[in-house]
Each structure stands twice: as C-alpha cells, then as structure tokens.
C-alpha cells in the first residue's frame, strides 16, 4: 500500500506536467498503482500470479521509454522504478529471490529502455536505484534478525518461568505430601506409641485408608511403573463416571507416570467443578514410542485465552509437573463445545 500511495503521488504529479496526452503514461501510472493495492489483499491466494504481473510490470514500466521518449532521473517514472527497488523486498519478505529479480528488472529495463529511446543513461539511473536496492535487502535482513533474538530472548523468559513454575509446583507438591503424611501416617503411629486407647480395633481400617491415601501421592523414583493401571484406577473417580480406554500395562518410568497421573486427578477435579459433564473420556497408549493421554470432556468448554491470571494456577502446576517430566500439556477448548487435555511423553 506504501509503493501504491507514493507511486500515484508521482504519477499524478508526472501527468500534469507532462506534455501532451499521453495514454501510455496514463496506463503505466494506473497499473503501478493498482497492482500494489491488489496485492496486498489477495497475494496470499495466488502469490505466483502476483509475482509475475510484478515482475512484468516493473519492466514494462522501464521498456515504456520507448513509447514517451528518455525519462531523466528527477522524472516520475524513474521515481517509480526508485520505489519499486527499495519496497520489492519488503512486499515479498518470505522470498528473498523475488526481491532480487524485481528490482533487477525495474532497474535493468530502465536502462535498456532509456536506450532503446535513444537517450544516454547516466551514472546515478545505475547506480542509485542499485543501492538504494541493497539497502533495502540489507534493512530487511537486519530487521529479521532482531526479530529473531526477540523471539530467543521470549523463548528464554518463557523457559525461565515456567522453570519458576515448576519448582514452585514441587515445593508445592512437597507441602501437600508432608501435611498429608502428618494427617495420616504420623497421626496413627502417634496414637499407637502414645497407647491414647487400648482397644486397637481401629487400626486396621486406618492403616488401610493411610495406605489408600498415600498411593496416590507416592514419592518418585528411578523405577518404572505401569501408568495404565493408574490410570484405570481413575474410573472411581467420586463424583463422575469415567469412561477409560487405557493400554495395559503401558510401562512408563516413575517420574512422567506419576506427572501424568497426578495431571490427570487435577483435571478431572476442575471437570467435576466446573464442566457440568459428569462422564468424560480417559484414553491412554503408547503410538511407537509417544506416550498419549487425553483426557476429555463435553462440557461448557471456555475460552482459554480468555481465563483470568489468577486462576491459571492448575493449568501452569499441571503443565510445569509435565515439564520437569519432559513431557508436554496441550489445552484445547472453546465455549459449548467440551475441553480435551493431551499429556505426551516420548521415550528416549
């Protein structure tokens, strides 16, 4: 849209004062200024054509002196082919090479027009558009390069974060199993070593609910464990009917299986509070090597662009458990329309 503003901007000036009714001018302004304009709304869907009509017009505009006579360098049309050699690059940044062959055609079909008109072509009609060309090019380069160490630098703050995240989840994590071993474990073996009552008949239901409650939050270790019976031990989930199609034994090491698991019971506790669908799905399997677990739901949905920062915090502990597991969380939802979370995990 540049090009076409500055481009009709000289035409128009050129035309009024050019002598004489010159259709050819007329042509060659209107087509240089619409081109540019169609461009940059429908180039997406048919890029070639739009770079061939570029580059046919950036000649032809060049090849036009023959037709209106030798154009001198403070004239409109060299300001076209000028503007021509310093946007090409930029309306075509994804193909380099197409900003190469359009400024080399504006700039070599001025010269052989200039020519071909008989008139002589000087130094600076060479020259300036060349170098006002590399500038271009070399402005382009620079440009995406510090695109590309702003996208590093965000890469690494993104990493850094979600590192904080994480150790933030496992103090967390660490919290939650030492207050669950005092309320359970510690509390009982408190009670048997201070002898608080002489009658023991308690004890074995309390063993068995310490044992129960603790198998769900068993520390990680280096050993594997077999995540589709944890999994499968979700169906009893309170409160929801959980459909499983879960791959046994699906051998996984402790660490992504109890990362996975424990990602698992948090999202289906938000699936109980918050989706209004009482029976989601649990799928788990290993796809040659890539361990996949969805889990998913026909409830509400929402938008998760849209969640408030203060009540990501399940979404980021599940995401950063995964992270440190070097695995990766996927959230797909939308209003209406059900939630999926996809724990993967690939070995090697």
Known sequence: MLRAAVVGLCGVLGLVGHAGDDHVAVVIVVAATALPCAQSRWR???PAVFLIASAVLSAAVGLSQVLLGPQPISGWLFAIVSITAVTCYFEWPDRPWAGHVLAGAAIAAYVVGCLLAGGVVSAPGVWHPLV??????SGLLLVRRAARLC??????????????AAARAQREADRAYLAMLH?????TLLMVSTGTTGDFDWLPAAARHDLQ??????????RDVDLGDLLTSLTAYPGLTVHTDVQCPLI???????????GVREALSNVHRHAG???????GHDRDGLVVVRLSD?????????????????????????????GEVHVRSAPGRGTTVEWTWARG
Not at 213 to 222: E, G, Q
Not at 252 to 261: N, Q
């Open 132 to 137: 006002q060309a590399i500038l271009s090019c």
């Open 151 to 164: 996208d590093h630098l965000v890469r690494r703050t993104e990493r850094r974060r979600i590192a904080v």
């Open 44 to 46: 997406t869907t048919a």
């Open 298 to 326: 026909r409830g509400r949905g929402f938008e998760p662009s849209q969640v408030p920062a203060h009540r990501r915090g399940l979404a980021e502990s599940v995401r950063a458990r995964m992270i440190t597991a070097c």
């Open 183 to 187: 309320d359970t474990a510690s509390t």
């Open 277 to 283: 669908d009482l029976d989601p799905t649990l799928t």
């Open 213 to 222: 409650v603790l198998t769900s939050y068993a520390p990680v270790t280096d």
């Open 252 to 262: 996984v090491p402790s660490k992504p299986a109890y990362a996975i698991y424990h």
